[in-house]
């Protein structure tokens, strides 16, 4: 399991605002490209955004799909990127002073589950989230 925190200087309703914007995610999602379309009703379970990672001339186009939504609490997803492989990824979101604990945990999953063993998975992973949160950071505190 790789498991990031951060702080935000916003209150959770703001933070989740973000996450609940598919559009937001090319932003602050280290290495995703685009998004192409999302269901009008995201983030509802169930509901999914289409989207490119990767680069030139690796590009996948896959989906993000919502497995939880507890607004502005906690987000649970299911991000593909096949064939290269899959994570649940859970963003939870706690007040802290006058902003927000942003907890990060992403796992691999489906046919990627053997990954969860491979340490190395998770040192990547942490690295890649922990920018990924620093650049959610910004564009929430940004937003102000």
């Keep these: 399991m790789a498991r990031n925190q951060r702080f935000i200087d916003a209150p959770p309703e703001r933070v989740f605002a973000v996450l609940a914007d598919p559009d937001r995610y090319a932003d602050w999602v280290v290495g995703s490209r685009e998004i192409r379309d999302a269901d009008d009703a995201f983030p509802e379970p169930g509901t999914r955004f ?32 096949r064939p290269l492989g899959q994570a649940t990824v859970t963003l939870d979101l706690a007040p802290e002073r006058d902003g927000t604990r942003v907890t990060m945990i992403e796992d691999p ?3 990627a589950m053997p990954l969860r ?19 959610l950071a910004e564009l929430v505190e940004r937003r102000a």
């Excluded at 609490?73 to 990127?81: G, S």
């Design 117 to 135: 063993f491979v340490p190395l998975t998770h040192l990547v992973t942490r690295l890649r989230n922990a920018e990924s949160l620093r650049r």
């Design 50 to 81: 289409h989207h490119s990672i990767g680069m030139w001339p690796l590009i996948v186009r896959d989906h993000t799909e919502v497995l939880e939504a507890d607004p502005p609490w906690r987000l649970r997803l299911e991000a593909k990127a």
């Design 109 to 111: 999953s489906g046919y």
